[in-house]
């Protein structure tokens, strides 16, 4: 029926029928033409002219006395039933912007719930507070320069697509110069309604910020929640959304790219290098400097993208043709950097602060990070003098890999207290805060948010190819990654898994907030197994978390994402869902066992770093004693 096909529910219509027969239409044989000298029957009856609309009234239904041919035709404008038929649309039109406008914010209702879910069901990570709360802000004053630089000007004022890449190495500011930067952006963007802003922070010690997979969810979330974007991109909605391809997210950030919604889309993406899988940040570059490249006489936005990053060689190889900058701590950024905090450090007098901004200055040799790492020593140092300020600071090497030996050799040679810290037994049980943490790992650690992370990516490299922590104490002889291998099994046969696995991802969710530990063990305690020598001692463990059918095996195989564990009738099967392709061998030959394979499983795992992060909790955090003393 017409109003099952083209109204809406709040439609109006105003029924108009002729009360008069029509005479109908015949051939005239004697004017050859044809005549309404027929028949007069009712040409449209009232039951068909009436009830177009679902909420008809009896109101909206008007009779007119005349035949269907003069149904729609008055003598003048004083004839009664034209005053009233002008009337009633009068009131139509001077109701339609109500109408239309209720109408509007109803279907952005009903979008919004649709948005909401979906931005939900993306599942990005919380980038706001990562900028927020790892990112330090920059110092009041400091890269004023970057701003005029003869290839950002360009960047950040011509209309048209461009691309930009800052590289520097460790320690030369390049993510806070990325928040300076969407600082700027978003404070002086030339017109809000038609420019965007949107960024990722790629973080090597978070698996949350550290794939391609998280950044495009987060990038598209970014552009959802722009005002006014879903008019032009409801079918976006209607698609479902992907949980791991990398291919159907992409091609929904393309969709939402291509909306005619924005003049301008402004991207920052910071520490590219520390992004996983060299392959697939190809994938994404050479995808996104296509859009870059798109004619200008495509309708898209004018997008400008920024990227830094270490001058590694495979990064080096893809953006070679781009425009580039080579970022040095500038010394006048630094002097500003080194004043502020100096400042900051009320312990030391006036005097003293002068003494440590020049020492600083005079060493610091345009590294944000190593001034960062001796303001930390100075920060904790007790009872300061002049002589006491300048051997500390003169004595701390320049060099970062030296510097990163020094702390972790002060470290391993720490009083038995400390190492009671780091390893915790049945007479010392300790209670893990961010102070005690800091104090007594040295400066090579921080809390932020409850978190324990390193100092900086540089000194992740550093543990990884130095292998100092294997003769650490707290490793009870073990090589760094089977203690952490053997931690991560132990935690995951706590008998608090034991009632497998939650069955949605609404408790599944709520036991990764409960036990941090638990998301990262299941996903990784398998990555620290390096070799053949290292299977022995740890056999029993990997049995039981193998264990077809069991409860921990499910457990551990729902937060890694593993799917149908609960069908597992053998080794050889759970080795095939879980892509690790020793627990085969492992079981089938106590002694034929792949070295090389293992060590290929393992070798994109967290080796080695981080050791404190493994005993993360939200507020005071204590060891679980059963996974140190094993």
């Given amino acids: 029926m017409f109003y099952e096909k083209f109204t809406f529910k709040d439609s109006q219509i105003i029924c108009i029928f002729e009360t008069k027969e029509t005479a109908t239409v015949e051939w005239s044989h004697k004017t050859h033409a044809?005549?309404?000298?027929?028949?007069?029957?009712?040409?449209?009856?009232?039951?068909?002219?009436?009830?177009?609309?679902?909420?008809e009234k009896s109101y909206d239904q008007l009779s007119i006395d005349a035949d269907h041919s003069d149904l729609v035709?008055?003598?003048?404008?004083?004839?009664?039933?034209?005053?009233?038929i002008k009337s009633r649309i009068k009131r139509l039109v001077d109701d339609a912007p109500t109408v239309i406008k209720k109408r509007v914010a109803d279907h952005r209702k009903v979008l919004s719930d649709t948005e909401a879910k979906y931005v939900k069901a993306l599942d990005a990570p919380d980038y706001v507070s990562f900028r927020k709360h790892r990112v330090d802000e920059p110092a009041d004053?400091?890269?004023?320069?970057?701003?005029?630089?003869?290839?950002?000007?360009?960047?950040?004022?011509?209309?048209?697509?461009?691309?930009?890449?800052?590289?520097?190495?460790?320690?030369?500011?390049?993510?806070?110069?990325?928040k300076f930067l969407l600082n700027h952006l978003e404070s002086r963007l030339p017109n809000p309604q038609h420019t965007v802003v949107i960024y990722f922070f790629f973080y090597d010690q978070d698996e949350r910020f550290q794939t391609v997979n998280s950044l495009l969810r987060s990038l598209i979330k970014q552009l959802l929640i722009v005002p006014d974007l879903s008019g032009y991109i409801a079918e976006v909605f209607e698609i479902d959304l992907p949980t791991e391809s990398e291919d159907d997210l992409w091609e929904i950030l393309e969709m939402i790219i291509r909306a005619p919604v924005f003049r301008t889309i402004f991207c920052v993406l910071d520490a590219l290098d520390e992004c996983k899988h060299e392959e697939s940040r190809k994938r994404f570059l050479r995808k996104f400097t296509r859009l870059l490249q798109t004619p200008s006489r495509q309708r898209f936005p004018v997008l400008k993208l920024l990227v830094t990053s270490r001058p590694t060689v495979d990064i080096s190889r893809e953006l070679s043709p781009f425009p580039c900058i080579d970022l040095k701590a500038n010394p006048d950024d630094l002097k500003i950097f080194i004043d502020s905090k100096v400042t900051a450090l009320n312990h030391l007098s006036a005097d003293l602060q002068k003494?440590?901004?020049?020492?600083?200055?005079?060493?610091?040799?345009?590294?944000?990070?190593?001034?960062s790492i001796v303001l930390k020593e100075l920060k904790i140092m007790i009872l300061p003098s002049p002589a006491k300020l300048r051997d500390t600071i003169n004595e701390i090497p320049t060099v970062l890999d030296e510097l990163y030996r020094s702390i972790i050799n002060r470290i391993m040679e720490g009083t038995p207290e400390e190492q009671k810290l780091l390893r915790s037994t049945d007479e010392h049980t300790i209670n893990l805060t961010a102070e005690a943490v800091t104090s007594t790992a040295g400066v090579i650690l921080e809390v932020t948010d409850d978190k324990v992370h390193l100092i900086h990516q540089s000194a992740k490299d550093f543990l990884l190819k130095n292998q100092q922590l294997r003769s650490a104490k707290f490793c009870n002889g073990l090589d760094p990654n089977i203690y952490l291998a053997k931690v991560c099994m132990i935690y995951l046969s706590f008998e608090d898994f034991e009632t497998g696995p939650c069955g949605n991802r609404e408790k599944l969710a709520a036991r990764k907030r409960q036990y941090p530990l638990f998301y990262y063990a299941a996903r990784n305690w398998h990555t620290h197994i390096q070799g053949q020598h290292d299977i022995g001692d740890i056999s029993n463990l990997i049995c039981r978390l193998i264990e077809s059918g069991s409860p921990v095996l499910r457990s551990w195989g729902e937060a890694a994402e593993i799917q149908d564990l609960h069908e597992a009738t053998d080794t050889w099967w759970?080795?095939?869902?879980?892509?690790?392709?020793?627990?085969?061998?492992?079981?089938?030959?106590?002694?034929?066992?792949?070295?090389?394979?293992?060590?290929?499983?393992?070798?994109?795992?967290?080796a080695g770093y981080n050791i404190m992060e493994m005993f993360a909790r939200r507020g005071d955090v204590r060891f679980t004693e059963a996974a140190v003393q094993a």
Avoid at 73 to 84: E, G, H, M, T, V
Avoid at 142 to 160: A, G
């Fill in 73 to 84: 035709k008055f003598s003048n404008p004083a004839n009664p039933d034209y005053l009233i």
């Fill in 355 to 371: 003494i440590a901004v020049g020492l600083l200055l005079s060493r610091a040799e345009r590294t944000f990070l190593w001034a």
């Fill in 574 to 606: 759970v080795a095939t869902k879980t892509n690790i392709p020793w627990l085969a061998e492992f079981q089938l030959s106590d002694t034929t066992i792949d070295e090389d394979r293992v060590k290929e499983v393992a070798k994109n795992g967290m």
């Fill in 34 to 55: 044809w005549e309404r000298t027929g028949r007069a029957i009712m040409m449209v009856p009232r039951t068909s002219t009436t009830h177009a609309g679902k909420f």
């Fill in 141 to 178: 004053g400091t890269f004023q320069w970057f701003l005029h630089d003869k290839l950002v000007c360009p960047w950040l004022s011509e209309d048209k697509p461009s691309f930009l890449w800052v590289r520097g190495a460790p320690g030369q500011g390049k993510t806070v110069l990325s």
